[in-house]
């Protein structure tokens, strides 16, 4: 191998000095287009009034911080110890900008790649006592390099990116692989991971399983907890970097689980993630045992960019597939729209941008002396022959091999040709690969030894290393060459074909043209730049006749064609640069409109399962301390509490138990003991009026909440009424909320969804008394979407004529349609009750109420009683403060029915269980805790027999904000300390009680003293 990077150094000058130039970014920023699209529903986190954004702008007072898993700059290190930096100008991210940039990555010294070597050697990377003496040399450049330990590097690098992720995203995927190795092309190559710092066992512990578990144990688990250690290392060294307001910007399937960490630290920071690889399809992403980890880690940046909207599309896909996730075009706050994915009430925008090259410094490097002279070398080597070139990793994927397969096709059916063309293929050495990259390179050798066997000098082969074939040797052997070819079978970003034209924009001008067939490119259509080069030659790689005529029409295309192919391509290549590729993206993502509502976000989850959640501002845990309060001095209360999810674990997880439910296979989880307790405590209260609201049938809800006395029920979403009643067990009176007579429609509703049942594999139809529904959770995600908008135009159609709702929800879950009589859903039957309580109370106007669900059917419910409750708050102010806009996930009702059933004085609690965005103004963890705050509201019904003398410590924290000397009363006022004197002579018997209960139950509630007495 040395003695033929020898003749390719010799052949191409690949010795020679790199010409300095720099490049900068344009000041000028255009304002974004808009583009319109149908209407759109309202973002589940939009406010109302929010006003629209002026265009976004970069200045230079705006920091970014670039992150890749190498710095773009080369080291050099004089004989002396000295060390020395230059940009290097052919990475994608050496561009130079008027913007605070600080650059962080690994330092590439020598071509290194976190290969296994001792002492001095470039394998071992930067010594450590020379570490800071880099420090200094990049400081210069605004670089901040991360020192990871090289064994740890090479684990993560060659290890699991190369071996395990590189084979995936390129749609490869082999149940009959070898375990994953570390391929650093050194025999006597190292295994063992350097542990990061002294915690790196522990911290391999929470995110990996340990043991001989193929996909998430033994040598994948090692791989992966590198990678997750890595990625750690680089998070350190960003907090370092950053400063409130700066950018971050990640770069490369290396970082992918980087967002995660960062948002758990310093979660209000805007992230972008660029994408330079393809993305696979989800039935091939879906075999990778850390799947979710990855897509999570994704979705915790802003914004997640593609080269290719292919690319996107996979992604998306995925996220669907995999996570359950919805994604869409989505209004944006400068009147647009954004194709972005809903992520736990945020939206993560995606963008599709393809690269471009810097035509300026291209043109330096293609002027300079050194470069001139090598192509006049090459072309006198090769004289009067068309000279096709090809520059590609010694790899599979690239598809080297078809190339050569074809090439021999075209002359076995063309032989005129041979000696008039010569194929100059580059390659170079891809160690990391293993076995994949010898294989290659021995099937290659041999190809190109019996072509030319056949037809002498007809491919001249060269391999070299990476090092060795840099961007001036490159620009040269592309100048040189007549046609490049790119005959990839699966890649991602791939910048020849545009360098090749830029070096040949001069064929398009008069003094350009020297008769040469030249500036043609032909490219394989899975390589991303196809899609931007439109003047190419466009082939299957994988079908040899059409790389074959491809040869056949480079060579024998007439002029005005060539010409035009060129200029198409040209038009590309000029217009869209790197800077404008950077510009563009960069825009977008400072358009993310985060820092301005900081308590919109949370986060959740331990982990890598840590995910950023958006929520409306002020969305806070329900205070049950402010609830036990306002609930002790109420006179009139409603309790509104939804069954499965809220005060029962939720059966519906599921999809197996979903569909066993319905089709009454398996028996629903039934009330605890504890709940039932509660819940009559809470009804014996006269003062109380208790109902669970639910969507289930009434029959199962009297079959397990009958025995509670003075509960009231409300079934299948408000459908079905049953008052409160001291009668227990047996039937229960019932009263429906809208009409119900007319039931012709069930059976056409369900013929039609027999229809779609049929084609669609793994939908079902359920039925209950008030509706039917379609389900299609366990069908395929996208198919059975498709399916079910079909549904729903369908049955719009058919049964316009009746009084019925087409309702298509749950869609996170995955998804149902559903048919029920027309205003049925718990916000209608929660104004039902407002309305009808003191019919069946007689309790006076509401004071306070309570509503507590878990899913989108409780949305309606919660929506329509925080409305309820502002506008109590909104009469009883007046116009003394204005209040701040309600969220724009409220659905506007008119409540005013119920003004004359609701107090001024009313306190309206609205609580979803769980932390996920809702309509309700707090939330409370689990189930667990509903249990909590219903015992703890039984607690302050047992304190009210308590003489009014007596505080709790509710009441005691509360008067402790307020002013404590004007609330506080007397056990006795002194009016009242009439002591007989028999009561001296006979004092009574002393009694120590065993409980508190007993002893708060021998005190007397006196209504009297609830009067204020001041003293």
């Not at 007046?878 to 009702?893: C, D, H």
Request: with cysteine; glycine share 8%; charged share 25%.
């Amino acid at each position: 191998r040395k003695n033929s990077s020898a003749s390719a150094a010799s052949l191409y000058g690949l010795n020679s000095n790199r010409p300095a130039s720099s490049s900068a970014m344009s000041d000028s920023a255009g304002s974004k287009k808009k583009v319109g699209f149908a209407p759109q529903p309202t973002p589940s986190h939009a406010h109302d009034g929010t006003p629209k954004k002026q265009a976004v702008h970069l200045t230079s007072s705006d920091g970014l911080i670039v992150v890749s898993a190498f710095l773009p700059v080369h080291l050099t290190r004089s004989d002396n110890g000295e060390w020395s930096a230059d940009w290097d100008y052919e990475a994608l991210l050496s561009m130079q900008t008027h913007l605070r940039v600080t650059r962080v990555g690994t330092v590439k010294w020598r071509g290194w790649h976190g290969n296994v070597g001792g002492g001095e050697s470039q394998e071992s990377g930067v010594p450590a006592a020379e570490r800071p003496k880099v420090e200094a040399a990049l400081r210069h450049f605004n670089c901040v390099p991360v020192w990871v330990p090289t064994n740890l590097f090479g684990e993560m690098y060659n290890g699991f990116c190369k071996g395990v992720l590189w084979p995936i995203l390129h749609n490869v995927a082999s149940v009959y692989s070898s375990p994953t190795e570390v391929n650093s092309g050194k025999p006597d190559a190292q295994k063992q991971i350097e542990p990061y710092e002294p915690d790196f066992a522990e911290y391999s512990m929470d995110d990996v399983a340990q043991g001989p578990i193929h996909g998430d144990g033994g040598r994948e688990g090692e791989l992966w907890a590198a990678f997750t250690a890595v990625n750690r290392y680089f998070t350190d060294v960003i907090i370092q970097c950053f400063n409130e307001g700066d950018l971050i910007w990640i770069h490369g399937f290396h970082l992918m689980i980087l967002p995660s960490f960062l948002t758990r630290r310093i979660s209000m920071a805007k992230i972008g993630m660029f994408f330079h690889t393809p993305f696979p399809s989800s039935e091939i992403f879906r075999t990778l045992w850390c799947r979710e980890d990855l897509l999570r880690g994704m979705l915790n940046a802003d914004q997640v960019g593609f080269h290719l909207f292919e690319y996107a599309r996979h992604f998306l896909t995925c996220c669907r597939r995999l996570l359950g996730l919805n994604y869409g075009m989505f209004p944006d706050s400068s009147g647009g729209h954004n194709l972005a994915i809903d992520m736990n009430g945020r939206h993560v925008s995606v963008t599709s941008i393809h690269a471009g090259v810097e035509p300026h410094v291209l043109h330096q490097v293609l002027t300079h002396r050194s470069t001139v002279e090598r192509v006049e070398s090459i072309r006198s080597q090769f004289k009067n022959k068309v000279i096709f070139v090809a520059i590609d990793r010694m790899e599979s994927l690239k598809g080297i091999p078809l190339k050569l397969i074809a090439l021999e096709r075209f002359l076995q059916r063309c032989p005129e040709w041979a000696g008039k063309i010569v194929v100059v293929q580059v390659g170079i050495s891809a160690y990391e690969r293993g076995d994949d990259y010898t294989k290659t390179r021995n099937e290659v050798l041999s190809m190109v030894t019996n072509i030319n066997d056949r037809w002498p000098n007809t491919v001249q082969f060269q391999e070299c290393a990476e090092s060795e074939m840099r961007l001036q040797q490159r620009m040269a052997l592309l100048k040189a060459a007549d046609v490049v070819m790119v005959t990839t079978i699966r890649d991602g970003l791939n910048l020849i074909p545009l360098e090749f034209t830029i070096a040949h924009l001069d064929a398009l001008r008069e003094q350009g043209r020297d008769g040469r067939k030249r500036g043609l490119c032909i490219l394989s259509e899975f390589s991303s730049c196809t899609r931007v080069m439109r003047g190419a030659l466009h082939v299957n790689p994988w079908k040899i006749s059409e790389i074959a005529t491809a040869f056949y029409q480079a060579l024998t295309m007439s002029e005005d064609e060539r010409m035009r192919r060129v200029s198409i391509a040209s038009e590309f290549v000029t217009r869209v640069t790197t800077q404008r590729w950077a510009l563009a993206v960069m825009l977008d993502l400072k358009g993310v409109q985060k820092n301005e509502e900081a308590g919109r976000y949370a986060g959740a989850g331990l982990g890598l399962g840590f995910r950023l959640l958006g929520m409306d501002s002020g969305f806070d845990p329900l205070d049950a301390n402010s609830v036990a309060r306002a609930y002790r001095n109420a006179k009139s209360r409603l309790i509104l509490l939804d069954y499965g999810g809220t005060i029962l674990a939720n059966d519906n997880l599921d999809g197996l138990q979903r569909f066993q439910f319905v089709k009454k296979s398996r028996s629903p989880s039934v009330p605890q003991s504890r709940l039932i307790s509660a819940l009559k405590e809470l009804c014996s209260d006269v003062r109380n009026s208790v109902f669970v609201v639910s969507g289930k049938e009434r029959h199962s809800l009297t079959k397990t909440l009958c025995h509670v006395p003075n509960l009231g029920l409300a079934a299948e979403h408000g459908m079905f009424v049953s008052w409160p009643t001291s009668k227990v067990g047996g039937k229960r009176r019932w009263e429906t909320l809208v009409p119900n007579q007319d039931q012709s429609w069930r059976s056409i509703a369900i013929t039609i969804m027999e229809v779609y049942t049929s084609r669609t594999h793994g939908s079902y139809i359920e039925e209950t008394e008030m509706k039917v529904l379609w389900q299609y959770r366990d069908a395929d995600p996208e198919f059975g979407y498709l399916q079910s908008r079909e549904l729903e135009d369908h049955l719009s159609n058919v049964l316009r004529g009746f009084a019925v709702d087409i309702l298509h929800g749950g869609v996170e879950e995955g998804g149902y349609v559903e048919v029920r009589p027309k205003g049925v859903n718990k916000g209608v039957v929660s104004m039902h009750i407002i309305k009808n309580l003191e019919k069946f109370a007689n309790k006076g106007r509401l004071e306070f109420a309570l509503a507590i669900g878990d899913d989108h059917c409780d949305e309606p419910m919660l929506s329509v009683m925080r409305q309820i409750g502002r506008r109590a708050y909104e009469a009883q102010i007046g116009k003394k403060e204005p209040l701040a806009p309600l969220p724009a996930t409220i659905a506007q009702v008119d409540v005013s029915s119920c003004d004359d059933h609701v107090s001024t004085r009313l306190q309206c609690f609205t609580s979803t269980v769980g932390k996920k965005p809702s309509v309700a103004g707090n939330y409370v963890n689990d189930v667990d805790d509903v249990h909590e705050l219903l015992e703890s509201l039984v607690k302050v019904t047992t304190r009210e027999t308590v003489h009014s003398g007596f505080y709790s410590v509710v009441d005691l924290k509360s008067m402790s904000e307020t002013a404590p000397r004007a609330t506080l009363k007397p056990v006795l006022s002194m009016g009242e300390l009439h002591i007989s004197q028999d009561g001296f002579n006979n004092p009574p018997i002393a009694k120590v009680s065993n409980n508190l209960n007993e002893f708060l139950g021998t005190i007397e509630h006196d209504e009297e003293d609830e009067e204020d007495i001041f003293f």
